[in-house]
């Protein structure tokens, strides 16, 4: 164990004893809260038929109704608030793209929390107040900027608060003021370092780790990261609704997601019945914090699927780890009855050389889904001899078949194709009318 590794060892080393007490007394302050603040939590522990006073135990989340996406969409935008606006220091948003938009609250006691829980992510991926912290996620709304801003901030480092896009500048600002630890999306980080490889300028970057998320990507994609951009590439996960990054993020042990159990009460269930899950199976992750005061969330259904780990970890910390997302239940694509996740398409794209810059265009054609999937060469691969991209088609589309259990149609593009994206990909395009 290196003590050096940690923001806050009496914490994220803390005992399972410890942990739960601290669970414990955060669940029954936050049900009280929430009831007692906000009429929407009201009325849906009422209609559950629980109370406050009945949750007097962990083991008692289970009595406790689900919070889901629609709910916050139906009580947009003031109906989960549980302090007065004048407590209220700041809000965040989601993008809005798959309805209306979620509003998150945050009082200064809420954004304290969420800055430790950023720094603790940093100081995991080897970060120390010497580091110069690169921040390309989005700011404004989306929270990715501000969480890793925040982070950064209190662990003392030098915040270069850089937002997306712009890769001209942002790789002149990595080189002159010698950037070391490198945040954003992991198709951004991606795009980054293709960019310095092709510009020769891999031995003017300083860069030791980066720290990704926001979006899925695969083991094969940070593998790629990490060869052009010479960095430990470190996962971090996190939502707007409760917080934003730093819910959970990656020691250097790198075998899932240290979750922050002093903040939130994580559950795996069963997404079609909702019935919770032992530890190692698969299922969908469910959230409860405990120490929000703005914006509280009681049982919420992340939508994202993922298994969890009580196991102990080498690096030391106690807190539980949860696996990459698999897909998200509602980003699963339904193809002819077959549930596939483009992280599924993209490892079988790597693991047969091409680059994770792809698109997949889902159609209906008599009746009959359709998944054509465009794929972009490696400048290597690429041949103007129509006979080998044809076999190199009909050999990705064997291997697809054979990982996702149905036929697709793939089209081998010329390389720098596909349009770059400089903040979250967009891998999908969905032209089906249902």
């Not at 080498?314 to 992280?343: A, E, Q």
């Not at 036929?407 to 969905?430: C, M, N, Q």
Request: glycine share 8%; aromatic share 8%; net charge negative.
């Amino acid at each position: 164990m290196h003590k050096e590794n940690y923001y806050q060892p009496e914490i994220e080393c803390a005992s399972r004893e410890q942990i739960t007490k601290w669970q414990t007394e955060g669940l029954i302050r936050t049900v009280r809260h929430a009831y007692e603040n906000s009429a929407y939590y009201r009325k849906k522990m009422d209609d559950h038929g629980v109370k406050p006073e009945d949750i007097k135990s962990l083991a008692d989340i289970t009595k406790l109704p689900f919070i889901c996406k629609d709910d916050l969409r139906e009580a947009y935008p003031y109906g989960l608030l549980c302090m007065p606006l004048h407590d209220c220091v700041r809000i965040q948003s989601t993008s809005g793209t798959t309805g209306r938009r979620v509003i998150a609250f945050y009082t200064q006691h809420d954004i304290d929390i969420w800055d430790e829980t950023c720094a603790r992510a940093i100081v995991a991926a080897g970060g120390t107040q010497d580091d110069v912290v690169q921040v390309c996620y989005g700011y404004g709304l989306f929270t990715g900027g501000p969480g890793l801003n925040g982070g950064s901030h209190k662990l003392g480092s030098l915040t270069l608060p850089m937002s997306s896009g712009s890769t001209d500048r942002q790789i002149q600002f990595m080189q002159d003021l010698g950037s070391t630890i490198l945040c954003c999306t992991p198709s951004y980080a991606a795009y980054i370092g293709e960019t310095i490889v092709e510009r020769g300028l891999q031995d003017t970057i300083k860069l030791k780790a980066g720290i990704f998320g926001a979006e899925a990507w695969s083991e094969e994609m940070r593998r790629d990261i990490e060869k052009n951009l010479r960095i430990k590439a470190y996962d971090i996960y996190g939502l707007t609704e409760l917080e934003g990054p730093g819910v959970s993020y990656e020691c250097s042990d790198q075998h899932g997601m240290h979750i922050c159990e002093d903040q939130f009460i994580p559950e795996i269930i069963d997404p079609v019945t909702g019935e919770v899950l032992p530890d190692g199976e698969k299922g969908e992750l469910v959230f409860t914090s405990l120490n929000k005061q703005a914006f509280p969330m009681v049982r919420y259904r992340t939508r994202d699927i993922c298994v969890l780990s009580h196991e102990k970890c080498p690096c030391g910390r106690t807190h539980v780890r949860m696996s990459k997302p698999m897909g998200r239940s509602d980003d699963m694509l339904i193809i002819k009855g077959v549930n596939v996740f483009p992280s599924q398409v993209e490892t079988v794209l790597i693991e047969h050389g091409y680059s994770p810059n792809y698109q997949l265009v889902v159609d209906r054609v008599n009746n009959s889904d359709t998944l054509d999937i465009n794929v972009e060469m490696n400048p290597d691969m690429f041949s103007d001899n129509l006979g080998e991209i044809t076999a190199r088609e009909k050999e990705l589309v064997n291997a697809l078949k054979g990982f996702l259990g149905i036929y697709t149609r793939v089209h081998l593009v010329e390389p720098k194709s596909i349009p770059r994206s400089e903040g979250k990909a967009v891998r999908l395009i969905d032209k089906r009318k249902i």
